[in-house]
C-alpha cells in the first residue's frame, strides 16, 4: 500500500514534464523543488532534533557561492602579498566542493551556536546568516559583492567518447532537480531510521534522560548539522547553476523564512511534512500573483495564510491527516485493533 | 582625537536607542517566552507615526514624540490580544512563526501605505551644534539620548517600584506560582508586550527623525536588538542597557577604525565571541545551557 502510493507519486512526478509544456510552470516547480530540498535538510535539524534554526539560508547561500566561485575561477588576496588563484573547475566538481565546504560550515557553526539552546540558539543562528551575508555584500573581491556572479556554467556531465550532456533548459533542470530530491530524502531517510536518527529523536524529546542514558548529545546534533548543511548547500549549488546568477540577496531572511515554513506548514519531524509544505508555500506566492493585486498585499496575504495556518495546525498537515486516517481505521476496526492503532500512534 | 569624540557622541546616542529597543524585547522575551520578530515593526511604526504627525498633520515635534509612543504601545496591545492570547501555552516555534507572519504581514502593509520611498521628518533643533570647548555635539543627538536616558529610567523605576512591575517580576521567575498567588497573568502580559513595543516605538520616533524613514528600517532595528538581548542575558533591563551601549561603541569604532562595510557584522562577530569564550552571556545570571 506504501509502496504503491511512493511509486505512483514518483510516476507522477517523472510525468509532469511530458504533460506540462507551459516553461513558466516548469520554472515554478523547479525553483519549488530546490526549496523543498532545503525544507527537507533543515527538517532534520527542526523536526528531528528540535533545533530551530533561522540561519539555513547560510548553508544554502553558501553552497551557492561556492559552486559558482568554482565554476567560474577566482583569484584573491587572503593577504596583500599573498594571491590566491583557482582555474575554472567542472561544474560537477565545483557542486561537490559546494557541498563539502557548505558541510564544513554547518560543523563549525554546530560547534558554536549547539552551546545554547532554545530562543538564543535562533537568535545565534540568525546572526550567522547576518555575517554570511554581509561577508557576501562586502568581500568585493571575491563575490563581486552586489554586482553580483554572473553567468555561472550550468552543469555538464561527460563520459569521454560516449556521452556529453549539459542541463540547460527547463525539463532538464526539472529532472536534474528531482534526481536530487530523491537523493537528499533516502540520505535523510537512511540517517533518521538509523541508529543516529534515534539517538537524535530522544534527545528532542528529553535532552537531559537522553544524556542520562549515554547519548552524546553535542555529537548527534553536530552530525545532523552536518548532513543538514551539506544537503542544504547542495541545494544553493543546484539554484545557481539553474538561475546562472547569485547576488548576497540570496541570504535574505525570507528564504529561511520560507524554508521553516515549509517544514512547519507540512509536518516536521515526518519524511513528506517538507514535500508537502515545500509544494503548498513554493506554489502559493505564484497563486497570489494570479490574483492581480499589489506585490505587498500579496506579501501580507502571504504573512496572513501563515498565521491561520499555523494557528489551525499547529503540528503540520501530514501529522493531521495521519491522525484523522487513523481515527478511521480505528472505527471501521474492532476495539482491540483500535488500540493497536492508538497506541502505535502514540508511540510516533 | 576630534574624530574619536564624535564617534563616542555617536555611540551614545544610538547606544540609547539599542538599549530601548533591548530593553522591549528582552521584557518581552523574558516575560512571555516569546521572541518578537514584530518588535522592528513597532520600531519603524513608531516613525512612520512621527512623520504622518509632524510632516502631515503639523503637529509639534515634541507632542508628536509622545503620541507616536503611545500608538505604539497600543499598537502592542492590540497584537497581544489578537495573535498572542491564543497562543498561551502553545509550543515557542508556532508562536515564533505566527510572530514572524505577522511580520511579513505588518511590514508589506507599512510599504503599501508609505510606498517604499524614504521620508524625512523635520526637526526643530538648531542647525548650529552645541560647542563646549572646541568639541560640538549636534542637539538633536543630545535631545535623543536625554530622552532615551529618561524613557530607560522610567521603565526600570515602572519594573522595580510599582505594583505591577512586582507582578511582572514575580511571573518572569515562575508565571505558575504567580498566577496562583493571584496575579492576573493575563494583565501582565498584555502590559509587557504593550510596554516593549511602545520603547520600541519610541526608539523608531527619536531615531527616524535623525536619518530616514523608510520601510526596510525595522528589519536591521530587531537584528541589533537581538544582539543586544544575547549580550545582556534574559529579562535583565540593566543587561540590555549595557549590551545596548557595548554594542553601540562596538559598531561605533568598528566602523571608525576597522571597516565601515562591516559595521553591522560587529555586533553578531562580538555574539559569536561571547559564545565561544562565555556561553552564559555577560550579565547573566542564570544559565541559558540545556
Excluded at chain 1, 539517538?199 to 534522560?209: H, Q, T, V, Y
Excluded at chain 1, 547542495?234 to 547576488?247: H, N, S, T
Excluded at chain 1, 513554493?282 to 494557528?311: D, K, T
Aim: aromatic content about 10%; glycine content about 10%; charged content about 10%.
Amino acid at each position: 500500500m506504501r509502496r504503491a502510493a511512493t511509486a505512483a507519486l514518483l510516476a507522477f512526478f517523472i510525468s509532469i514534464p511530458l504533460w506540462v509544456a507551459n516553461l513558466y510552470v516548469l520554472h515554478v516547480l523547479i525553483v519549488t523543488g530546490i526549496f523543498t530540498i532545503a525544507a527537507m535538510s533543515l527538517n532534520l535539524l527542526l523536526g528531528y532534533t528540535g533545533q530551530l534554526s533561522l540561519g539555513h539560508v547560510a548553508f544554502f547561500g553558501i553552497g551557492a557561492y561556492v559552486s559558482s566561485l568554482a565554476s567560474l575561477g577566482f583569484s584573491v588576496h587572503l593577504a596583500p602579498d599573498w594571491l590566491v588563484t583557482l582555474g575554472p573547475q567542472p561544474v560537477w566538481l565545483a557542486m561537490l566542493w559546494a557541498i563539502a565546504i557548505s558541510g564544513f560550515c554547518g560543523w563549525a557553526i554546530g560547534r558554536i551556536s549547539f552551546k545554547v539552546r532554545g530562543a538564543y540558539f535562533v537568535i545565534v543562528t540568525i546572526s550567522f546568516a547576518e555575517v554570511v551575508r554581509l561577508v557576501a555584500l562586502n568581500w568585493d573581491e571575491l563575490t563581486n559583492g552586489p554586482m553580483a556572479l554572473n553567468n555561472i556554467p550550468p552543469l555538464t556531465v561527460s563520459i569521454p567518447g560516449l556521452i556529453e550532456f549539459s542541463f540547460i533548459g527547463k525539463v532538464a533542470n526539472y529532472y536534474l532537480v528531482l534526481a536530487a530530491a530523491i537523493v537528499a530524502y533516502v540520505v535523510i531517510a537512511r540517517l533518521v531510521h538509523s541508529q543516529a536518527g534515534r539517538a537524535m529523536i530522544a534527545l528532542k524529546e528529553n535532552e537531559p534522560l537522553a544524556m542520562s542514558v549515554g547519548i552524546e548529545v553535542t555529537r548527534y546534533l553536530v552530525l545532523s548539522a552536518v548532513v543538514s548543511a551539506a544537503i542544504a548547500g547542495m541545494a544553493g549549488a543546484l539554484y545557481a547553476q539553474y538561475i546562472q546568477i547569485v547576488d548576497p540577496n540570496i541570504f535574505l531572511f525570507i528564504y529561511t523564512v520560507t524554508m521553516v515554513i515549509m517544514v512547519v506548514v507540512g509536518g516536521k519531524g515526518t519524511l513528506a511534512g517538507p514535500i508537502v509544505g515545500g509544494l503548498i508555500f513554493g506554489l502559493l506566492p505564484e497563486g497570489l500573483r494570479s490574483l492581480q493585486i499589489q506585490p505587498e498585499l500579496q506579501w501580507v496575504a502571504y504573512g496572513v495564510m501563515m498565521i491561520l495556518i499555523v494557528s489551525i495546525v499547529p503540528r503540520g498537515i501530514v501529522p493531521a491527516l495521519a491522525h484523522v486516517w487513523n481515527d478511521r481505521v480505528r472505527a471501521k476496526a474492532g476495539p482491540a485493533e483500535a488500540s493497536e492503532a492508538g497506541a502505535r500512534q502514540a508511540a510516533q | 582625537m576630534e574624530e574619536f569624540f564624535q564617534h563616542c557622541v555617536n555611540a551614545f546616542m544610538l547606544g540609547g536607542i539599542y538599549a530601548l529597543l533591548g530593553i522591549g524585547l528582552t521584557l518581552i522575551f523574558g516575560i512571555m517566552r516569546v521572541v518578537n520578530f514584530t518588535h522592528g515593526e513597532l520600531y519603524s511604526f513608531g516613525a512612520y507615526m512621527m512623520f504622518a504627525l509632524v510632516m502631515l498633520l503639523h503637529v509639534n515635534f515634541f507632542l508628536a514624540l509622545p503620541l507616536a509612543m503611545a500608538l505604539g504601545v497600543a499598537l502592542g496591545a492590540a497584537i497581544e490580544f489578537t495573535l498572542l492570547r491564543k497562543l498561551r501555552g502553545a509550543d515557542i516555534d508556532t508562536t515564533m512563526l505566527v510572530m514572524i507572519g505577522a511580520w511579513i504581514a505588518m511590514q508589506n502593509l507599512e510599504q503599501f501605505a508609505w510606498s517604499g520611498v524614504a521620508k524625512s521628518v523635520k526637526t526643530p533643533f538648531p542647525a548650529t551644534p552645541l560647542v563646549l570647548g572646541g568639541l560640538s555635539v549636534a542637539w538633536s543627538r543630545l535631545f535623543v539620548f536625554a530622552v532615551a536616558i529618561v524613557l530607560i529610567g522610567g521603565t526600570y523605576t515602572l519594573v522595580d517600584r510599582t505594583r505591577l512591575g512586582r507582578a511582572m517580576r514575580a511571573t518572569f521567575q515562575d508565571s505558575d506560582a504567580a498566577k496562583l498567588m493571584g496575579v492576573d497573568i493575563d494583565r501582565v502580559y498584555l502590559s509587557t508586550f504593550a510596554l516593549g513595543s511602545g520603547l520600541a516605538a519610541a526608539a523608531g520616533a527619536l531615531l527616524g527623525p535623525i536619518f530616514v524613514v523608510s520601510p526596510g528600517m525595522g528589519d536591521l532595528a530587531a537584528l541589533k536588538a537581538f544582539a543586544v538581548v544575547i549580550l545582556g542575558g534574559l529579562g535583565s533591563i540593566a543587561g540590555a542597557t549595557i549590551g545596548g551601549f557595548l554594542l553601540a561603541f562596538i559598531e561605533e569604532m568598528g566602523a571608525g577604525y576597522v571597516s565601515s562595510g562591516y559595521r553591522d557584522a560587529m555586533g553578531f562577530l562580538l555574539i559569536i565571541l561571547v559564545l565561544v569564550v562565555r556561553p552564559t552571556g555577560l550579565f547573566s545570571r542564570k544559565e541559558r545551557i540545556g
